[in-house]
C-alpha cells in the first residue's frame, strides 16, 4: 500500500517555480516559466492568447510561446499578465509578453506590456498597457497607469495616471529588487513549515 503525499495547497515543480493551486493559469502550454518564479493565489496568466499567424509556406508556426517569465519573479494575488495584441498581416493576433529576471508584479496589477526588463519592480494597481517596455531596474510607484506603447528607461522611477517619470533609482539602491529572499519565504511544505 503507497502512502500518497498530503496534496498541498501549492504545486513545486521541478525548476523550482512555485504555484499556488489556487492561481489562475490558462493555455499553460505556451507559457514558460525561467524558474523560482512564485505565483500566488488569484493571480492570472492568460496563456491562452497565444499567436495564431502561422510561418509563410505552410511550415511550422513560429515560436508560440505567449507569456514567458524569467527567473526569481514574484506575481501577487490578483495580478494578471495578458500578452497584447494587434492587427498582423490582416488578422488580428497576439505578440509574446516577456518579463526578465526578478520582477515583481504587485497584487491587482494588470501588465500587458511586450516586454518587461530585469530587476522591475510594479507596485499594486497598477495597469501597463499595452506594447509598453519596461527596461531594467525600473520601479513602478501604486496606482501608476502605463498608457500603451510607452517606452521607460532603466534606472527610472515612474507614477501617475498617465505615467510619467518622476526621479532616478539612486545608485547602490539596485540590490532592494533582488527577489531571492522573497522567493525562500514562501513555504510550500506545510511538514517543513517547523524548519
Not at 523560482?36 to 510561446?65: C, Q, W, Y
Not at 511586450?114 to 513602478?140: L, Q
Amino acid at each position: 500500500m503507497s502512502r500518497k503525499q498530503p496534496k498541498g495547497e501549492w504545486i513545486e515543480t521541478d525548476t523550482g517555480n512555485k504555484v499556488n493551486r489556487k492561481a489562475n493559469l490558462i493555455g499553460t502550454q505556451h507559457i514558460m516559466l525561467g524558474g523560482k518564479t512564485v505565483i500566488m493565489p488569484d493571480a492570472m496568466i492568460r496563456g491562452d492568447l497565444a499567436r495564431t499567424a502561422t510561418s509563410a509556406a505552410g511550415g511550422p508556426p513560429g515560436s508560440n510561446t505567449a507569456v514567458f517569465i524569467g527567473r526569481y519573479c514574484f506575481l501577487s494575488k490578483g495580478c494578471c499578465l495578458r500578452p497584447p495584441g494587434r492587427i498582423y498581416k490582416g488578422a488580428f493576433t497576439y505578440m509574446p509578453l516577456r518579463l526578465g529576471d526578478h520582477v515583481f508584479i504587485g497584487e491587482g496589477s494588470i501588465v500587458q506590456a511586450a516586454t518587461v526588463g530585469s530587476h522591475v519592480h510594479i507596485a499594486k494597481d497598477v495597469v501597463v498597457g499595452e506594447f509598453a517596455i519596461i527596461k531594467d531596474y525600473v520601479r513602478i510607484m501604486e496606482g501608476t497607469i502605463i498608457p500603451a506603447n510607452m517606452v521607460i528607461p532603466s534606472f527610472s522611477i515612474v507614477a501617475g495616471q498617465p505615467a510619467r517619470i518622476i526621479g532616478e533609482v539612486p545608485e547602490g539602491g539596485h540590490e532592494a529588487f533582488e527577489l531571492r529572499e522573497r522567493y525562500k519565504s514562501v513555504k510550500t511544505n506545510p511538514l517543513a513549515a517547523g524548519s
